[in-house]
């Protein structure tokens, strides 16, 4: 295919050819003697006729000439302007993509979850426990505004299904920001658990061995526990963190056999009664490799937010230590309440405590057995006991765990004895991501 020149200087070739054969032809006419002189003047018009063409055609040719190197420019100039949207749409794409991974990089999501099935057969068979739960179902969503600057929650389901005359609860057990102020120190501010024992704030049941939470954190410090308020933390390079926390506090049952349980008096940052409030300190050290020791106080300026009650200041105090060196492991917690008032004291309630003691052992990188001796003397009957656990957890992934134990309870008063003394087994399933 010529091109547009090509294609003009063809035209033009032929053009001259043509103008050369008429001016020959008319030279041969106008020398021929038989020519009149009327020939002569009409070749002549013909010739001006011709010419008058050929300069038609030549305009036309420079014309057609402009208008293509036009078209050529404004094509250029189009591809240099889709070239410039083109770019523009990819820094635009770019930009939009930098800005969704730069969120996204700031956000953390994850969660636990855990699945029970209970086989416990007791003295009287009113008592026993035979059914399948999932027992939480728990979400957490962080988003960090600055390095030191970040929000924490977690969202968890209990039981399945929560609602009117139904055994499940939704429940949003942290909800705060943190703020690292200073070089190693931070700040806290919300909803959070209490820095107390070994379970309060980790729990995850890849993390633990058994298939329930041991009883002496569940009934006297009590996990999960959670308040709103404020808290200060500061750790050194040594392994020692120290945290202090003005909170909410408890609120005692007034009446009923739940009255005296610790456990029940939890608020759960609803609505939460904060007549007075509630202040914790706690101590962490673990500078020495493979050795986590730990204290904590909780004070309680009314256990029940009702002055003069009988049943006034509280103090909860608690010690642990954990021990791993290779395949061996040991965990160890005493926790006491010290209960103030005439009537916690006339109904022998104003002492509550109880430890325990867990060696364990990994026989594999996978699976791993335990024993547990817990001595439980919390606010009810029901709750005062001494407990055997013996078991093994099998972790399918360091996130995801397989778990039975059997365990025998036996209780404390003679009632409760022939009632509830029980033993049996328990099988779960338990992960987090």
């Known amino acids: ?14 053009t001259k050819i043509t103008l050369f054969g008429a001016a020959t032809a008319l030279m041969l006419q106008l020398s021929a ?19 008058a063409a050929v300069e038609m055609m030549l305009q036309e040719r420079a014309q057609t000439k402009a208008d293509a190197k036009e078209t050529h420019e404004l094509a250029t100039a189009a591809k240099k302007s889709a070239d410039e949207a083109n770019a523009f749409a990819e820094a635009a794409v770019e930009a939009a993509e930098s800005s969704l991974s730069s969120t ?9 979850g855990e699945v029970h099935y209970n086989n416990l057969q007791a003295k009287d068979s009113a008592n026993d426990v035979e059914e399948s739960d999932i027992h939480r179902f ?9 390095d030191t600057i970040r929000f924490y929650s977690e969202f968890e389901i209990e039981h399945g299904v929560a609602g009117e005359g139904k055994n499940g609860e939704v429940e949003i057990e942290q909800a705060y920001i943190e703020w690292d102020f200073a070089e ?3 700040a806290l501010a919300g909803v959070f658990l209490l820095p107390i024992g070994i379970m309060n704030e980790t729990h995850e049941p890849n993390t633990f061995y058994g298939v329930e939470r041991n009883n002496v954190e ?3 410090i009590p996990s999960t526990w959670w308040e709103s ?27 009923g056999s739940k009255m005296y349980a610790v456990r029940y008096g939890r608020q759960k940052a609803s609505e939460a009664d904060t007549h007075e409030l509630a202040y914790t300190a706690a101590v962490t050290y673990t500078g020495i490799a493979g050795l986590e020791i730990g204290a904590a106080i909780n004070y309680q300026e009314d256990v029940t937010q009702v002055k003069n009650d009988g049943r006034e200041e509280a103090l909860l105090w608690v010690a642990h230590a954990i021990y791993n060196n290779g395949p061996f492991g040991l965990r160890a917690l005493y926790a006491e309440w010290d209960i103030d008032g005439d009537v916690a004291k006339a109904a022998n309630m104003d002492k509550q405590d109880g430890y325990y003691i867990e060696p364990s052992y990994m026989a594999t990188e996978k699976l791993g057995f335990f024993g547990r001796y817990e001595d439980v003397r919390a606010g009810r009957g029901a709750d005062r006991f001494d407990q055997v656990s013996l078991g093994f957890n099998y972790w399918l992934h360091p996130q995801v ?15 409760d004895k022939a009632t509830r003394d029980y033993d049996g087994y328990n099988l779960g399933v338990g992960w987090s991501f």
Do not use: C
């Open 1 to 14: 295919m010529f091109s547009i020149t090509q294609e003009f200087t063809k035209d033009l070739y032929m």
């Open 229 to 255: 308020g404020v808290m200060v933390s500061h750790h050194t390079d040594a392994g020692l963190k120290i945290e202090v926390a003005a909170h909410s506090g408890l609120k005692l049952p007034e009446s």
């Open 104 to 112: 996204l990089n700031k956000v953390t999501l994850g969660g636990y």
């Open 138 to 146: 728990v979400l957490f969503a962080g988003y960090e505004y600055t």
């Open 33 to 51: 003697p038989s020519f009149a002189a009327d020939q002569v003047t009409v070749d002549r018009a013909e010739y001006e006729q011709l010419k």
């Open 218 to 220: 569940k009934m006297i």
């Open 184 to 186: 190693n120190s931070s």
């Open 401 to 415: 765990v397989l778990k039975f134990n059997w365990e025998e309870r036996k209780h404390e008063l003679s009632a």
